[in-house]
């Protein structure tokens, strides 16, 4: 597999230009393992209460975070998957605000679902690492919104990028 190279901007909706943007250049499946263990590095050490902890009243918890960041990456990959198997088939959005409580992950440990986060990536890498060069060319519409395979893997990165600097920044951790 060679290296997968960044999407241009019409591989994707205006929506996910802020994700795709928060990938640095270089080798984008070595920075998604690099992430996993990032995040364990940084959470992995909570006690219970911390990983509980909400900056504000109505937000996600800490742990409903990493949650999302895992389902986020399931959709991601599930799309990533079917166009580029060549799948043409329109695939709805989803609704995080929905799919967090229905989680639950607050009734989980941290490492649990640190370690479902682990299983999820690694599943993805090898998604990704196992695809055809020209797969990454192929796009579908997800969210009423055409994007692109490679579109996708950097939405992956991104998206965590992005939570977990809501973790530092907003949650104080790290």
Do not use: C
Not at 16 to 25: H, L, Q, T
């Amino acid at each position: 597999m060679s290296t997968i190279s960044r999407p241009n901007p019409d591989e994707y909706s205006s929506a996910y230009r802020s994700y795709v943007d928060k990938v640095p250049d270089g080798d984008l499946l070595a920075l998604l393992e690099a992430q996993m263990k990032e995040k364990r590095a940084l959470l992995g050490s909570l006690d219970p209460e911390r990983a509980g902890f909400r900056y504000a009243e109505g937000k996600w918890s800490v742990i409903e975070v990493v949650g999302h960041i895992t389902d986020g990456e399931r959709i991601f990959a599930y799309r990533a998957l079917r166009f580029a198997r060549g799948d043409a088939t329109p695939l709805p959005g989803f609704e995080e605000n929905d799919y967090v409580p229905a989680g639950r992950f607050d009734q989980r440990t941290l490492p649990d679902v640190l370690d479902e986060a682990a299983a999820v990536r690694a599943a993805s890498i090898a998604l990704l690492r196992g695809l055809p060069a020209e797969s990454f060319e192929r796009r579908g519409v997800a969210s009423e919104n055409p994007i692109s395979v490679r579109a996708l893997a950097y939405v992956i990165a991104g998206h965590e990028r992005h939570h977990m600097g809501v973790l530092r920044e907003r949650y104080g951790i790290g």
